[in-house]
């Protein structure tokens, strides 16, 4: 008697797990996205940031309003610089993917690549396939195309006057003008000192901390998170 009830609990037991494993599967919600580009310049960006394929609802705002992503993957350098990335997952609420670069708290601070989403790339059960095409991703590259060239080198190079304070920031002369050069307004600091903010001359003068420049500065970018980036690469090495 006793084997046989051995044998009808085994019997139930098998009976009962097989149940289970029948009628319970895993699936996961959302969007499935797979995006390829040639990228370089990843890890020229310093610890403070990340490089990811990420999800927002929103654009990118000209203010200083903290904005964060809905699904975000990091995007490490590949070594033939031909990017494969796979993001499953993306919630209906994401309008826009982007490479972009995010701060530690998950905050966008800039679009490198961006793709709207449309209604029918949001009702396909396949997945989405981008191409991104070719990124240069380098921090320095980006100062230098975004804060330099848009808001610096009108005076300090491309005006017919010449280069204000004799200081080219124009493309191919903004890192030897800047790195290790002594400053014209304070006596024992540098234009750029790496590593070092208080003894950059660059720094200071964005943030109206110095006072013997003849012209204001605190307007030439937009938000405080731009300064910030700026002040992150002098931290950086200045590289």
Same mark, same amino acid.
């Given at each position: 008697?006793?084997?046989?009830?051995i044998?009808s609990?085994?019997?139930?037991?098998?009976?009962d797990?097989?149940?289970?494993?029948?009628?319970?599967?895993?699936?996961q919600e959302?969007?499935?996205?797979?995006?390829?580009a040639?990228?370089?310049g990843?890890n020229?960006?310093?610890?403070?940031?990340t490089?990811?394929l990420s999800?927002f609802?929103?654009?990118?705002?000209?203010?200083?309003?903290?904005?964060?992503s809905?699904?975000?993957?990091?995007?490490?350098?590949?070594?033939d610089g031909k990017?494969?990335?796979?993001?499953?997952?993306?919630p209906?609420t994401v309008?826009?993917?982007e490479?972009t670069?995010?701060?530690?708290?998950r905050?966008?601070?800039i679009? =490198? %690549?961006?793709?709207?989403l449309? #209604?029918d790339?949001?009702?396909?059960?396949?997945?989405?396939?981008?191409d991104a095409?070719? !990124?240069?991703?380098d921090?320095?590259?980006?100062?230098q195309n975004e804060?330099l060239?848009?808001?610096?080198?009108?005076c300090?190079?491309?005006?017919e006057?010449?280069?204000?304070a004799?200081l080219?920031?124009?493309?191919?002369k903004?890192?030897?003008?800047?790195?290790n050069v002594p400053?014209?307004?304070?006596a024992g600091i540098n234009?750029?000192?790496?590593y070092?903010?208080a003894r950059?001359s660059?720094h200071?003068? =964005? %943030?109206?901390k110095?006072?013997? #420049?003849?012209h204001?500065?605190?307007?030439k970018?937009?938000?405080?998170?731009?300064?910030? !980036?700026i002040?992150?690469w002098?931290l950086g090495?200045?590289k």
């Amino acid at each position: 008697m006793r084997k046989i009830l051995i044998a009808s609990l085994i019997a139930f037991s098998a009976c009962d797990d097989g149940d289970i494993l029948e009628h319970v599967t895993y699936q996961q919600e959302g969007m499935k996205v797979a995006v390829e580009a040639e990228i370089s310049g990843i890890n020229s960006w310093t610890n403070e940031y990340t490089v990811t394929l990420s999800g927002f609802e929103s654009q990118r705002n000209d203010k200083d309003i903290p904005e964060y992503s809905e699904i975000s993957k990091q995007i490490l350098q590949p070594k033939d610089g031909k990017l494969h990335i796979t993001l499953g997952g993306v919630p209906q609420t994401v309008n826009y993917l982007e490479i972009t670069v995010i701060n530690r708290i998950r905050q966008r601070v800039i679009t =490198l %690549w961006q793709h709207e989403l449309t #209604a029918d790339d949001k009702n396909s059960k396949d997945t989405l396939r981008l191409d991104a095409g070719r !990124l240069d991703v380098d921090m320095f590259t980006y100062i230098q195309n975004e804060y330099l060239n848009k808001s610096c080198a009108n005076c300090h190079g491309l005006s017919e006057r010449g280069a204000a304070a004799g200081l080219f920031l124009t493309e191919g002369k903004s890192l030897a003008a800047m790195v290790n050069v002594p400053s014209s307004k304070r006596a024992g600091i540098n234009i750029v000192s790496p590593y070092d903010t208080a003894r950059s001359s660059l720094h200071l003068i =964005l %943030w109206g901390k110095l006072p013997e #420049a003849h012209h204001n500065h605190t307007d030439k970018l937009a938000i405080d998170a731009e300064k910030e !980036l700026i002040d992150n690469w002098i931290l950086g090495g200045g590289k």
